[in-house]
């Protein structure tokens, strides 16, 4: 019989309905359950595409006896990560605090006042490496709640009076100088692996906020081996194991430091970062692999993330059928030999092996290869590859898929709606910008009420229950000023004004300008969560100051303008000492110290050919975080337009930074001069 999580619409918590637990979702119910029964809740986090999720929720949760212990005497929570990340955020700090690690599964025990006292990741079914088993937990903890309350509660009380006491060193509420900036790029290139390409060693987690940060400062600077960095990095991707060589798109990180295994997740976060990266890097260098890697990975995320009601799933997951019943990671993707010939026959099957790095040996399990493309010497036939891609293609269609995780984040999406658009423009794929218009559409429609406040997720055309947290705000705005750069539609500013206003009222703190990753009437936790460093995406804090600043440069707003100086003050602070962990922030201040740019171009329509020359070299302009504002004279959809005539009868662009404007011009190559960074 279903549980309690067959009404909820998280993908994840629909996973567990049928599990013997009572399972409850967060609530202030399940806490009510738990003090009128005298019980601890056990509470559980994680995500559907989470494959240690899977093995415990298979080896524990699925199990009858376990069941019936945990049903005892315990109330148990589960929580989707990615519907509430405030939740998970709070808890995984104390996991951290007091473990010195975290992931998930998060498991932690918790007393009715929703206190943590006692914390784990994954457990066993039966004791292992030196971990003991769930049932040794569950167990150890009830003896702990019935014979030593006293002591967990002084345990409880500990935790959350060592978090309240966790506040952020915020340094000075100045942006980074120049000086700030140069001693990041340092401290990367301490931390770069020069022969593989990425920062640091196992697992390697693509980084794409670093690498927007590297390209902005050699635009900036001009400093070579910031290019070179990042050029690299993306190219090391883009041929290792982690970029899916058939179908586009990235998995979530490589096992290895050579980018040959991939954890196979694909995240839309990921893929919609990494996108635009590869977009930007194009624009710097006019690399063809940037331009082929930017182009699949956004018809990827068209093709297989894209929801019926126009928005984009979060993820697919990293375990499917291997074909004898078995749910195995990454069987989708992999190939032995045989199979290659199966699909091929034996000649090309050779080539393909050799193209694609495919050995008898295996770079996974059980003789199986990732598919990669190494550098090789020689020649290929590119049509030849082409039509082995294809049928291969073709041939892994008939596989069974790995699961969808359908449910639309509102920040995820954001991301999607900058890549999309960025990627459509420069590309002249309109079907792009389309794609990026209804997701935008759909965000206004079902996730924005009508004071515009934002709802995190949806599924299904339904909007979800929980409210939007900072990095909803932030990305989403992020989007839409993405969208009105490249569509010329001024609404889309609009939308994100609203958004940004939200920011500078319920996410500000008034004294310091730092940011809070929920609301201020936002459900009160144990601590109000504040993390500005960037993780898997950028940050709430760090994605806010972005956007404050982008809509500051459109709007000439000096309180969205102050607002992101004061919250770059954080990246002050951390920027020289931990630059890979706060890629967006640093990527931001580069744009402060470029103005950034104001561009407005005016044309008697926006389809005419001289104008759209202008707009599109006006968006292939590198000048870190410049922004676009396309239009007729008449038009009083940007402000960035207003007394903006055509020089004599012909589409110009002006461009202004700093309070200071240069002479309009009616020259694409001027322009491309003047915004070449």
């Known amino acids: 019989m279903p549980n309690r999580l067959a009404h909820e619409t998280s993908p994840y918590l629909l ?51 376990t069941a019936e212990y945990l049903n005892a005497h315990y109330v148990s929570v589960k929580v989707d990560r990615e519907e509430r990340p405030d939740v998970d955020a709070v808890y995984m700090e104390a996991v951290q605090a007091a473990t010195g690690q975290g992931g998930w599964p998060m498991t932690v025990f ?37 014979e030593r309350r006293d002591e967990v509660a002084e345990v409880a009380g500990k935790i959350v009076r060592d978090l309240a006491g966790r506040e952020i060193s915020y340094g000075d509420a100045q942006t980074p100088g120049a000086e700030e900036l140069a001693q990041a790029l340092l401290a990367l290139t301490r931390e770069y692996d020069a022969q593989r390409g990425g920062f640091g060693g196992a697992p390697k987690f693509p980084p794409s906020m670093v690498l927007e940060f590297l390209l902005r400062h050699h635009a900036r600077t001009g400093a070579e081996g910031a290019l070179q960095m990042a050029r690299d990095t993306c190219e090391r991707m883009a041929r290792g194991g982690m970029y899916d060589q058939l179908g586009g798109g990235f998995a979530r990180y490589s096992v290895d430091r050579d980018w040959v295994v991939p954890h196979f997740e694909k995240m839309l976060y990921d893929n919609a970062l990494l996108c635009r990266v590869y977009a930007h890097l194009w624009r710097a260098t006019g690399s063809d692999l940037a331009r082929r890697v930017a ?64 050995t008898e040996e295996g770079t996974f399990e059980e003789g199986a290869s990732v598919l990669q493309l190494p550098v090789r010497d020689g020649v290929f036939d590119a049509e030849k590859v082409a039509s082995i891609r294809e049928r291969l293609l073709a041939a892994r269609a008939e596989r069974p898929a790995p699961g969808r995780d359908d449910k639309v984040v509102a920040a995820w999406n954001g991301l999607a709606i900058a890549a999309l658009a960025e990627t459509g423009a420069y590309f002249d794929r309109p079907d792009l910008v389309e794609a990026a218009v209804a997701a935008a559409d759909l965000l206004v429609r079902l996730h924005l009420d009508e004071q515009a406040r934002l709802t995190r997720t949806s599924k299904d055309g339904h909007a979800g229950a929980n ?28 939308f994100a004004g609203f958004l940004l206003d939200h920011v500078l009222v319920r996410f500000t703190d008034p004294e310091s300008g730092s940011l809070y990753d929920t609301a201020a009437d936002a459900e009160r936790l144990i601590r109000r969560p504040q993390d500005p460093t960037d993780n898997a995406a950028p940050s709430g804090w760090t994605a806010a100051a972005n956007a404050l600043l982008s809509y500051a440069a459109h709007t000439g707003s000096e309180p969205h303008r102050t607002a992101a100086e004061r919250a770059l003050g954080v990246v002050k602070a951390l920027g020289p000492r931990v630059p890979r962990f706060i ?74 930074r700093n309070f200071t404007c240069d002479a309009p011009t009616t020259e694409p190559d001027r322009l491309r001069t003047v915004l070449s960074g």
């Open 295 to 358: 182009l699949e990975t956004a018809d990827f995320m068209v093709r297989e993330l894209r929801t019926n009601e126009g928005g984009f799933a979060s993820a697919l997951d990293a375990d499917s059928d291997d074909g004898t019943g078995r749910h195995v990671e990454g069987a989708y993707y992999v190939w032995t030999p045989g199979q290659l010939r199966e699909v091929l026959g034996e000649q090309d099957a050779e080539l393909a092996a050799q193209v694609f790095g495919v």
């Open 110 to 146: 918790l007393t009715p006042d929703a206190e943590p006292f006692y914390f784990g990741t994954y457990f066993p079914p039966g004791p292992r490496q030196g971990m003991p088993s769930f049932r040794q937990v569950l167990q150890g903890v009830h003896q702990a709640w019935d």
């Open 15 to 65: 996973q567990h309905a049928d599990n013997p637990v009572d399972w409850w979702p967060w609530s202030s119910e399940a806490f009510e359950e738990a003090r009128k029964r005298n019980v601890p809740v056990l509470l559980s986090v994680g995500y559907s595409s989470c494959h240690w999720c899977h093995v415990m929720a298979h080896e524990s949760f699925e199990d009858e006896q």
């Open 467 to 494: 409210a939007g947290v900072l990095e909803d705000y932030a990305d989403v705005a992020e989007g839409f000023l993405a969208l009105a750069s490249v569509t010329g539609e001024g609404v889309w500013l609009e």
């Open 583 to 656: 890629g967006w922030g640093l990527a931001a201040a580069e744009a402060v110290l470029d103005g950034p740019r104001e561009v407005a171009v005016v044309g008697p329509a926006l389809d005419d050919e001289g104008t759209r020359s202008l707009h599109r070299t006006a968006l292939l302009g590198t000048a870190p975080g410049a922004v676009v504002a396309l239009g007729t004279p008449e038009s009083e959809e940007f402000p960035l337009l207003a007394d903006r005539p055509l020089v004599g009868g012909e589409p110009a662009a002006y461009v202004c």
